[in-house]
């Protein structure tokens, strides 16, 4: 039997994730075949600035993950980040076209397809609709409706929304690297499909995926999404941060972050002096250091806790928060975070994957692969995901 082979690729700000997988026999979930991690160039804030870099870094991760797995990759379910990324909701309106009443696919199609006549900018377009709930004759909250009687269905959608000339930029990457696109999905949706359950889902749960240039939320609440927002901030502003505070360059202050950073001032105030290859030595204490890293993961922190509360009574979350993304490898991150947002807060480990990786800054590709399942031809999704086949791609534009 041949086998299906799903590729998920994230092109981040920081690192170029690409990851190989293939669904069990079983059904119960994916096994990972390949996995590669390369530096990003070209990449500002979640998207695509200089075409050529990017395009050579996408390369790179093509053909090392080629050489990983043994086989050619043609197509790749891909990412899309940004701050330019948004929701937007909006309704349609069809009368049911069979005689005899009875709700079609079609008619779902139908009803999906006029929601998506929304009045956007000439440059902004439209990603992904979700939908929200069906109304059959004025009766609201319909979640299945095919099988159902009436005469007027109405649906209401979220839709996803991007800016034309990033969605055009990224693609045209993608492309040129010699990769088909079958679908694409907001980094914070596909963080998402890797971390949380269903269960979390019905009773209220939020995803923040803390990149380098992006922060990503994605908020549920009885078992469907409510909201989601990228903002353009992330670990990479604490490394500048780091990088002034301590007068020192930037590389220095990345590997300063990862070795002695942490997200709570400690009380011990021991000195540490760090000696690099080409750099003036550093004297620093903690306790400085953990102060710069704690005002800045605060902030982003609080631009989470805000759209939270937009959406949410109180902010009210019973599954709280799952945190995932590089910069969710701060020590005491948790802590912090249980602290600022007065809410559970866990880490994020992928659910239904045959894997060791549990690396948080890789969930984002792991969800693509998952969201993946669902979406190849012949592919049912995988049970208890409920995420799967759920975001519906609306333009066929992904393959040359
Ligand atoms: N051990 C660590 N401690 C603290 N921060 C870390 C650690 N490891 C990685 N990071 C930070 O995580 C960030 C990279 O995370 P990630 O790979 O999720 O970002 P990205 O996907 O490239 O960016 P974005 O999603 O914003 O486009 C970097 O800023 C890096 O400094
Ligand atoms: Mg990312």
């Given amino acids: ?37 390369e530096p990003s160039f070209g990449v500002r804030r979640g998207v695509v600035v200089n075409l050529e870099e990017a395009t050579k870094a996408v390369v790179v991760a093509k053909n090392r993950l080629e050489s990983v797995i043994s086989k050619k990759i043609s197509e790749a379910f891909i990412s899309i980040g940004g701050s330019h990324l948004f929701l937007a909701t909006s309704r349609g309106v069809v009368a049911v076209s069979r005689a005899d009443g009875q709700i079609s696919q079609e008619d779902v199609d139908r009803v999906l397809q006029a929601a998506q006549a929304l009045s956007l900018e000439s440059n902004k377009e439209i990603l992904d609709v979700i939908p929200k709930e069906f109304v059959v004759d004025g009766v609201t909250g319909i979640k299945e409706v095919v099988g159902m009687r009436g005469v007027r269905l109405e649906s209401e959608v979220l839709a996803v929304c991007g800016f034309t000339p990033y969605i055009k930029n990224l693609t ?18 596909a963080a998402a499909a890797a971390v949380l359950t269903p269960h979390q889902k019905e009773l209220g749960v939020a995803v923040l995926d803390i990149g380098a240039g992006t922060t990503g939320l994605a908020v549920f609440q009885e078992g469907d999404l409510l909201h989601t927002a990228i903002f353009p901030i992330g ?21 300063i972050k990862k070795e002695y950073g942490t997200c709570m001032p400690s009380r011990g105030r021991k000195t540490e002096k760090v000696e690099m290859e080409g750099a003036e030595p550093v004297t620093f204490t903690q306790h400085f250091l953990s102060h710069i890293i704690e005002a800045r993961t605060k902030e982003i922190l609080q631009q989470a806790q805000k759209e939270i509360k937009k959406v949410t009574k109180h902010g009210d979350l019973p599954a709280g928060v799952v945190l995932c993304g590089g910069g969710a490898k701060l020590p005491k991150i948790v802590d912090l975070a249980k602290k600022e947002l007065k809410l559970p807060v866990k880490i994020g480990t992928p659910h239904n994957v045959v894997t060791a990786q549990d690396d948080t800054a890789l969930m984002t590709v792991l969800g693509l692969v998952i969201q993946g399942t669902g979406d190849y031809e012949g592919g049912d999704g995988i049970p208890g995901i409920g995420f799967t086949g759920f975001l519906k791609k609306v333009f066929g534009v992904f393959i040359p």
């Fill in 1 to 37: 039997m041949k086998q299906n082979i799903i590729i998920g690729l994230d092109i981040g700000t920081s690192s170029i994730k690409m990851l190989a997988a293939t669904p069990l026999e079983d059904g119960t979930g994916l096994e990972i075949l390949g996995f590669v991690e």
């Fill in 172 to 189: 045209s990457v993608v492309l040129a690297s010699g990769i088909e696109i079958p679908n694409m999905i907001p980094t914070s949706l």
């Fill in 235 to 255: 670990s990479e502003n604490i490394t500048n941060d780091i990088a002034i505070g301590l007068r020192t360059e930037h590389d220095a202050a990345e590997q």
